[in-house]
Every structure is written in C-alpha cells, then in structure tokens.
C-alpha cells in the first residue's frame, strides 16, 4: 500500500474483482456529455491521477484544474464507501494507467426518469469500480468517481455507460414447471426448476439455492431483451428474506451496537440474478434464487432492454500547467 496525501492506493491484481464481462456495440458516441428524456445529463466532468504526491485532476482538454481536484478531495473525504476511519483507499493496479473517473449523473427521483444506468465499463468489458455513492438532496446532480486502469503506454482511451430501459407489459408467473403467461407482445414459461448442488451453493452463505429455466418467446426476441424476476408471497408482497432452507421469514432489523436479536443467525437476504438478455435461438435462461420455489405465489416478471454510450478519447494525461514554458 502507499500512501500519498490523504489517500491511501491499494495494489489489487489486474482483472481481481470482475465476476462476468460485457460485450458492448455502442449505440451512441459521445466525448463530454450525453442527454435524453430517458436519463437526464451524464457528463465526464474530468480526470485524476490518484498516484501523484498530490491528487492532480484535468478537464477533458486536459487542462489541470485545481477546482476539479478541491471538488474530488472533498467527496472522497465525505464518502464513507472509500474512508474508513482515515485516510482514503484507492485501488490499483502494477503496470497500468491507473485513473479516476469523474462524473456528473442525474439524481434519478421517484417519477423523473424511465430509464436508468446499469453501469460503467471500459472497452474490455470490465465493470469500473464506483468509488463513491454521492447524494445531495437539494441538488438534481451528484459527482461519483469511478476507478479505472488503462494499458500503461495508452494517452487516450474509451469506456461504456450502460442503460436499462423499461419495456411495457408485466408477466406473472406461477413456479409450476410447464406453465406459462403472456402480456403484450411476450410469452413466457418456466421449462424446469433444479435444486442446486451443494458445491455450488456457496454464493448462498451455505443455505439451499435453486435455478428456475425460463423461455421467453414472441417479437421482442428481436431486440436485446432483460428479464427482471421477482418472488412473490400469497399476500402479493416480494419475498426479501428466507432461512437457510430458502423458506420466507419475518425480515429482521440489526442495528450495531445493540443487543442481537433471537434467531438472527441462519438469516440470508435474498440474492438472485437477473436472467439477462435469453439466447436468441432457444429463448431461454437460467435464473438463481435462494427462494425456495414451494413457498413462492408466482413470479413477477417485468422487461427492460439495453442501450449503450461510448464515451471517447479520455485523456489519460494532464497537459502542462497554464503559463509553463515547453521547450
């Protein structure tokens, strides 16, 4: 580790951390700033170097920008998801162009826009490392910073901002295998439910876990289609929280420093992934629940599609400072 100003860096293997990648066409090319009705302004404020003696930020021009680096410092000396109890951690990593990302995103609230960001990624397909999680409750704008490692030798690179954008049409679906539901244009039906094996159950904190096969068919297989599943109890309420047997139990609140409830052990919050886009050719998808599917109503499943924004030629290095002479 090493520490520099108030930050401390953290070396982490390259790659370390990325479960899965994405592969990205971009449907949208930008260099700043994009904007829809969908999702508000995403803007690329500018750039840091975390590994100077002092942090050093520039602007897109690549013009360091002393108000850039005040900005950064402050909200990395705020966000609690980077500091703990002193000096700040950074990840990265040997042998690469290690960056902050600095962006200006839209404060989604309630009603305001349909769609929303999935994420950010470089070129790869790597999933960046949200730094902070800022909010300003007065403000429509929030600054969050993304870690980033670009090839050592790059002065320019690029990276994907994800979209998820709601389809219309809702489909609920009971875990009966061979059933089947349809809302506008999509049919969907469950072809199987298989009970995990043991060994491949340590994602669920050592409880049961089980993958459910859905099929989607109809028009929309024709466009990059997400699958969005809920489970759903008798009371028509999501299921949030199961025992190690994946059967439902009264959500428990914890709060530190107080005494620990009864029966708070064996407790799993609920953990599933989202089916994704299905396979074009079959149409289907495994889903992961630790919701044991004899205790689930039905399913609810809802449908979004995804768009994706290049932003281009970052630039990875400062310019010289304003009034320096080059010879």
């Known amino acids: 580790m090493i520490l520099t100003g108030a930050i401390l860096l953290s070396a982490v293997v390259a790659g370390a951390g990325q479960v899965f990648r994405q592969s990205f066409v971009a449907d949208d090319t930008v260099t700043d700033s994009y904007f829809s009705t969908d999702t508000g302004e995403i803007r690329l404020v500018g750039v840091c170097d975390p590994l100077k003696p002092s942090l050093k930020c520039w ?11 005040k900005e950064v410092l402050s909200e990395i000396d705020v966000n609690s998801t980077i500091r703990r109890n002193g000096p700040a951690v950074i990840p990265f990593q040997f042998r ?27 070129t790869d397909g790597n ?4 730094l902070t999680y800022g909010y300003d409750g007065n403000s429509s704008t929030k600054l969050e910073l993304f870690n980033f490692h670009a090839p050592r030798n790059s002065t320019k690179s690029a ?19 061979v059933t089947e539901a349809s809302d506008a244009d999509k049919k969907v039906s469950i072809t199987r439910t298989l009970l995990l094996k043991p060994q491949d159950v340590r994602w669920y904190q050592g409880g049961r876990g089980w993958v459910v096969l859905f099929k989607l068919e109809g028009d929309s297989l024709r466009s990059r289609v997400h699958m969005h599943v ?24 914890y709060k530190p420093g107080t005494p620990i409830p009864p029966n708070f052990g064996g407790r799993r919050f609920i953990y599933q992934t989202d089916p994704g886009v299905f396979d074009p050719q079959t149409g289907t998808r495994a889903w992961q629940t630790q919701v044991n599917p004899s205790a689930v109503h039905h399913y609810r499943i809802t449908f979004s599609t995804d768009r994706s924004v290049e932003f281009q030629n970052i630039p990875l290095d ?10």
């Open 96 to 122: 690469r162009k290690n960056r902050i990302l600095v962006f200006k995103l839209p404060i989604n609230k309630p009603g305001l826009f349909r769609a929303s960001i999935s994420g950010f990624y470089d």
């Open 159 to 177: 990276i994907h901002v994800s979209l998820s954008i709601p389809l219309r049409g809702t489909v609920e679906l009971p875990p009966n295998s």
């Open 59 to 69: 602007g897109l021009n690549a013009k360091p920008s002393a108000e850039l680096e």
């Open 318 to 327: 400062a310019g010289p400072e304003s009034g320096s002479k080059t010879s």
């Open 127 to 130: 999933q960046l490392n949200q």
């Open 230 to 253: 809920e489970s759903i109890n008798a009371k028509g309420q999501p299921i949030n929280e199961v025992d190690l047997n994946g059967m439902p139990r009264p959500q428990i609140v």
